[in-house]
């Protein structure tokens, strides 16, 4: 800028001295003195735009940091205010074991064009511990849940189970939240991984994480949840046996073979009474597994509800698919692009003897009237 007025003020200053040379001696001292003022008053106005100039600079950059340091702040400075509201500002408030402060997008990302924008928008998108889990039950319709709710705008959810509680649980809260996807302020971080709700460890791992972490369980009618758990095992393994004879000792249906993991995981009482230990009840959101099939809108409106989030998912979003004989999605609102959960959700089963179901029914009825009685539903499983 210095320069610019140098140059500019050069022909100034010769029209100036043509102008002196042509005057008597005392008109010419009379102008110089006139020049060195105009002069003198130029530089000094240059001198100020620059100085001006440079401070507002100072400023802006200084904005900026404060900016930076908002984003990339460990939510647990909130967390006190977490605790005791669990309200859906409250997300994210990491860990009363020092978790990692959040991550703001890096320099490699910051070319990609969705990122400029919000960047342009004084927005810088960040990794977050979850706020939410999809914990359980297996087979019940965990991945129907998170694919519905995920079509919520302020929703985003990590795209494969993370298994940090149960198996990574050693890599460290920063390993976790490297797994978890972008999202910018006001916008929730979730992740499902269903063998969560029966992992003894787990209750206490993700209370360590974060008190106020909110917990989604979908549960089923017991026995076709182990049924569905079987059918998955024997896409797998060929020489799987069948189902009646995994299910109960010695071949007759007089002892249900309790240690089988598909029959085990339906004691859902047992694994509640733990998480309880840990949670409120008013923390925990249970989803009724069947009526995710029949009214998905319905479930999904009380998810978005107890998430504190506007109800923006809708009987619109839904169709019901009858090849695949399950409801089915529309990616917006606009019913643009029509998307159904792949082959693995909504298998065919086997077809089992009427008298094994029968008797895990009565098996199941003592747990299932206690899991009734601890969550306050009757899920009127026969
Ligand atoms: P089946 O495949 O036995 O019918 P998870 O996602 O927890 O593994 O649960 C799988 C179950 O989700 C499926 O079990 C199916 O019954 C249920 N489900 C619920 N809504 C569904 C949907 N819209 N499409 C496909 N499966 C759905």
């Not at 022909?11 to 042509?22: F, L």
Request: aromatic letters at 10%.
């Amino acid at each position: 800028m210095r320069d610019t007025a140098a140059t500019s003020a050069q022909p100034a200053m010769i029209v100036m001295s043509i102008w002196c040379s042509s005057l008597s001696l005392s008109s010419r001292s009379l102008a110089i003195a006139l020049v060195i003022c105009v002069t003198l008053v130029y530089f000094s106005y240059s001198f100020n735009a620059c100085l001006l100039a440079s401070i507002s600079r100072s400023l802006q950059q200084s904005n900026l940091r404060n900016l930076l340091a908002l984003t990339s702040s460990p939510r647990n400075e909130t967390n006190n205010a977490t605790n005791s509201s669990g309200s859906s500002s409250s997300r994210n408030s990491s860990s009363t074991t020092g978790a990692p402060p959040a991550q703001t997008v890096t320099s490699s990302l910051d070319g990609a064009p969705k990122y400029q924008l919000l960047r342009q928008q004084g927005l810088r998108p960040s990794r977050h511990l979850p706020d939410t889990l999809i914990i359980g039950v297996k087979k019940s319709g965990t991945r129907a849940l998170l694919e519905f709710i995920r079509l919520h705008p302020d929703v985003r959810a990590a795209g494969s189970e993370v298994h940090f509680f149960d198996r990574h649980y050693q890599r460290g809260l920063r390993w976790y939240r490297h797994h978890m996807p972008y999202t910018i302020e006001g916008q929730i971080t979730m992740e499902k991984t269903p063998s969560y709700f029966v992992t003894k460890e787990v209750p206490q791992r993700v209370y360590h994480m974060n008190p106020a972490t909110k917990l989604l369980i979908v549960v089923r009618d017991p026995v076709t949840r182990a049924i569905s758990d079987y059918t998955q095992a024997a896409s797998k393994k060929a020489d799987m046996k069948r189902f009646e004879q995994l299910a109960f000792v010695n071949g007759s249906y007089s002892v249900v073979d309790t240690n089988w993991g598909p029959v085990k995981i339906g004691v859902y009482a047992r694994y509640l009474e733990r998480w309880l230990l840990y949670f409120p009840l008013s923390q925990l959101l249970f989803i009724s597994g069947e009526r995710l099939i029949m009214d998905p809108a319905y479930e999904i409106g009380r998810v978005q509800d107890f998430l504190g989030l506007k109800r923006v998912v809708t009987e619109k979003h839904f169709y019901f698919n009858a090849t695949k004989g399950f409801p089915c999605l529309f990616k917006s609102e606009a019913r643009s692009t029509p998307h159904c959960l792949g082959k693995t959700k909504g298998r065919n089963h086997p077809h089992i003897d009427p008298g094994a179901i029968e008797r895990l029914r009565e098996f199941y009825r003592p747990f299932n009237n206690k899991f009734y009685q601890l969550t306050g539903i009757n899920f009127a499983w026969p």
